[in-house]
């Protein structure tokens, strides 16, 4: 198993949990959401079986499962040309095989959304049974991470637009949206019964304090410049809520500093990050669009900007390699421009698949592109991480490799 990103601090999560029980007190499972750990220590029995062995099975195997299925419900459909390519990449992408090894939540997100997709692309009809089930999948992914909360905002309503609603499949929908909501009521009770902290996590404000500020370029780097002003914390209107500040601050819990008051400070930290962009939109937007670029970047190589690959092996080999190419000369150069070349030649292949597939299906369309832009949005206005991108791949190869057989057949492209 790999500790990519926050794999180490998930993975002292569940030691916690398999030490203390549920209402352990260790400071991972309230300053960031609890659902990733929760969901492993569960499914190892609580401990008894190693979490190692369980993160690593059950990813790789929902992983293949969900290309399988998708390659099943799209053979029967207008869709069934990219079946075979779609198995192809899905199955044996490097970047989602691996992710499949790593200690997080992007890899059962992407294929859970795999599934999701698979789900309603290939239904003519949406059925009772599929809103269930897709809603059941939703919850699962809300609880790893609130941030997908835009995925089901968006699902939702392509139900509403595609779906024939009856008083039965109304109250299916009212449930079903009140159902996602039940992983950060479930998480905010753990941590108030645990820290006596009333929220699901208290990195909000941290997070989106990273992402700011005069210095900042919105990459996800703790050791780069970021921070803004925050009064309300700082006493101060020009002291910066830099690292050693948001250490001191969230980090060093004592008997004076508790998670309740951490908790506090978050929510003002959120309300400083607020206002400094308000005073500031051309800062805003020059984030913005950095955080943009950094969430499209590749996933290695001298463009990479993300955390994909800390811990990860073959990754960092690859960027150690690149590194003593620039000190010994140009060649990193022509490396750069192999990368931006494969990559607008990526983003060529998704322009001509969106607006092929919208010309097939205007609904799918919008709704796959519905959900890519919602996580892409979302990481704009937090952190410009690569890694953030992991869930949305399978729906970038599927604009991509619809675009690819549109090319393969010489049809009209454009």
């Not at 951490?262 to 669009?289: A, E, G, H, M």
Request: proline letters at 4%.
């Amino acid at each position: 198993m790999l500790l990519a990103a926050d794999g180490v601090n998930y993975q002292q999560s569940i030691s916690a949990l398999n030490t203390d029980g549920l209402f352990s007190k260790y400071p991972g499972l309230f300053f960031q959401p609890a659902g990733y750990p929760l969901l492993i220590w569960t499914i190892s029995l609580f401990g008894l079986i190693p979490a190692n062995l369980v993160v690593v099975l059950l990813q790789s195997s929902i992983h293949v499962l969900s290309v399988l299925f998708l390659y099943s419900r799209l053979q029967s459909t207008q869709f069934f040309k990219i079946a075979p390519f779609l198995f192809l990449i899905l199955m044996f992408n490097p970047i989602l095989c691996m992710s499949a090894m790593n200690c997080g939540y992007e890899s059962l997100v992407s294929s859970f959304t795999i599934v999701i997709a698979a789900l309603l692309i290939a239904s003519k009809k949406i059925e009772v049974r599929q809103i269930i089930l897709v809603f059941s999948i939703l919850t699962v992914m809300i609880l790893m991470n609130s941030r997908f909360l835009g995925v089901a905002l968006i699902t939702l309503i392509y139900f509403f637009s595609r779906t024939e609603i009856t008083a039965l499949r109304r109250s299916i929908l009212l449930s079903g949206s009140a159902c996602i909501l039940l992983p950060t009521l479930l998480l905010t009770f753990r941590n108030e019964i645990a820290v006596s902290v009333k929220s699901p996590a208290t990195n909000v404000g941290v997070t989106l304090n990273w992402g700011a500020g005069d210095n900042a370029s919105g990459a996800h780097n703790i050791h780069g410049e970021f921070g803004v002003p925050c009064k309300t914390l700082t006493g101060s209107d020009s002291l910066l809520m830099g690292k050693s500040e948001i250490v001191a601050t969230f980090f060093n819990l004592n008997a004076l500093n508790t998670p309740a008051d951490v908790s506090d400070y978050d929510t003002k930290l959120r309300n400083c990050v607020i206002q400094w962009y308000r005073d500031n939109p051309s800062d805003f937007i020059r984030l913005f669009v950095s955080k943009s670029i950094f969430f499209f970047s590749p996933f290695t190589g001298p463009l990479s900007s993300g955390t994909f690959e800390i811990n990860n092996g073959f990754i960092s080999k690859t960027n150690m390699e690149l590194e003593k190419l620039t000190k010994e000369g140009n060649q990193v150069n022509l490396t750069k421009f192999g990368y931006a070349a494969a990559y607008i030649a990526l983003l060529f292949l998704c322009l001509i698949g969106v607006i092929n597939l919208y010309r097939v299906d205007a609904g799918v369309t919008k709704f796959v592109l519905g959900i890519l832009t919602i996580q892409w949005l979302i990481s704009a206005i937090s952190i410009g991480d690569n890694r953030f991108r992991i869930p949305a791949i399978p729906l970038v190869w599927i604009f991509a490799t619809y675009g690819l057989v549109i090319l393969l057949e010489k049809k009209k492209v454009l």
